[in-house]
């Protein structure tokens, strides 16, 4: 993929993505596409060494899995996460860990009010 005049974009696998802002800061990469939340991590580890660049795009909130026929298993973790929201350590996690522009209001069971 290349526009007029331009070289083909060079996609390098890496093993792990923390080797990805390394590669930036090394200069051995001109760019990253991850999921928002990573990006912004990205950003806030490396001090102001990286910049997120454009808008985000075809979005989604992050699940959490359970095995199916766990009785009410499923609405536990429902409760809890809620329960997170609720008394604010949502946040602080989201906070502390730089990635809140993804932040969800409420839990929900496969999309549904929970």
């Known amino acids: 993929m290349h526009g007029r005049g331009q070289a083909a974009i060079n996609q390098q696998?890496?093993?792990?993505?923390?080797?990805v802002p390394l590669a930036l800061h090394g200069k051995r990469a001109q760019g990253m596409l991850a999921d928002s939340p990573v990006?912004?991590?990205?950003?806030?580890?490396?001090n102001g060494q990286l910049e997120a660049v454009g808008e985000a795009y075809d979005t989604a909130p992050y699940g959490i899995a359970v095995p199916?026929?766990?009785?009410?298993?499923?609405?536990?973790?429902?409760?809890a996460v809620q329960a997170l929201m609720t008394d604010g350590t949502y946040k602080a996690i989201l906070d502390k860990w730089s990635v809140s522009?993804?932040?969800?209001?409420?839990?929900?069971?496969?999309?549904a009010a929970g």
Do not use: E, L, R
Not at 13 to 19: I, K, N, S, V
Not at 39 to 46: E, I, K, M, S
Not at 101 to 111: E, L, V
């Open 101 to 111: 522009s993804g932040a969800i209001t409420t839990s929900k069971i496969n999309g």
């Open 39 to 46: 990006v912004d991590y990205a950003v806030a580890q490396t």
């Open 13 to 19: 696998p890496f093993q792990a993505q923390t080797d």
């Open 68 to 79: 199916k026929n766990s009785g009410d298993y499923a609405k536990a973790v429902q409760g």
